[in-house]
């Protein structure tokens, strides 16, 4: 199973359950040790939310798991962290 | 069961399902209650001299109007629920069957049923009560404005109990609801036939 120290998830999902279901139950996947809900966008039906998750080690396919039971599409994974420690990205001459 | 029970008293917690619920309860208590006027009134104008005979009649009334109010309650909210959850997965553009949303759906639909069966059930079975005791404790007569009694005060226990969740006055309100149970008696009488 592919785990991860941190992933960041831009993700769809209808108004409900709320945002704080979905923190809560994303909280309680063993490994996780927290996670943040940031309101994107609000549409008709649909919300546009940031989630990120980090834990010791996050596992990844039961996040998917349980955000597709709460009803969200995952469009895009935005952020990963794998490895024994969490790094951040680097500078580049680009930036 | 125990799980298809946690089910539902899930569903019960949430504010919406609850309102909807309370309701069908109370539109379809109203019309049992009233349902057991008509029959307690009737019954007596028309001569019937055996109580358990106008109870028997009660009580078809009360599976006729709680099937009603299972069964009508159930396709209604299973139209509505169902063009709701195809409006979000129109705008997730994804299949939302079997996702939280789904089931919540299904657990707030069986609550919202159950309670519209519930509401005539209690609105014609107490009111109609009374005539157990005919022949023994009551006459037709003291049977038949007993169970107008029964009908009125659940009527009023009705709007007694609106008037607590909006903020009323719990006995003008449910004033107001006892008021159809004596207006209806009262037609029964007056009206030919």
Redesign the interface.
């Known amino acids: 199973m592919v785990t991860a120290r941190r992933l960041v998830l831009d993700l769809l999902k209808p108004y409900e359950p709320d945002v704080v279901t979905f923190a809560d139950a994303v909280a309680g996947i063993d490994g996780v040790t927290g996670v943040n809900v940031v309101l994107v966008e609000t549409d008709k039906e649909v919300q546009t939310v940031k989630m990120t998750v980090e834990g010791d080690p996050i596992q990844v396919e039961i996040v998917y798991e349980t955000l597709e039971d709460l009803g969200a599409a995952v469009h895009s994974i935005d952020e990963v962290v794998c490895g024994d420690r969490i790094v951040e990205q680097s500078k580049t001459p680009q930036d | 069961m125990r799980s298809y029970l946690r089910r539902l008293a899930r569903a019960l917690e949430r504010e919406d399902v609850r309102s909807i619920s309370r309701r069908y309860f109370i539109s379809n208590g109203f019309d049992g209650a009233l349902t057991s006027v008509g029959v307690s009134v009737g019954a007596y104008l028309s001569g019937i001299a055996d109580g358990l005979t106008v109870f028997s009649i009660g009580i078809g009334a009360a599976i006729g109007l709680g099937t009603s109010g299972v069964w009508s309650v159930w396709e209604i909210e299973r139209a509505e629920k169902r063009a709701e959850l195809a ?2 997965e ?5 299949d ?1 069957d079997e ?4 089931r ?1 759906q299904t657990g707030a639909r069986k609550v919202n049923a159950l309670m519209s069966g519930i509401g005539p059930i209690i609105g014609v079975v107490l009111p109609m009560s009374p005539f157990l005791f005919e022949g023994t404790l009551l006459s037709m007569r003291t049977a038949t404005l007993a169970s107008i009694g029964v009908a009125v005060a659940i009527l009023f226990t009705f709007g007694a109990y609106l008037a607590t969740i909006s903020e009323q006055s719990w006995v003008v309100a449910g004033a107001r609801m006892g008021l159809a149970g004596v207006l209806v008696a009262v037609l029964n009488i007056v009206l030919p036939g």
């Open positions: 409006r979000i129109h705008a997730m553009l994804s939302l996702t939280r949303i789904h919540q």
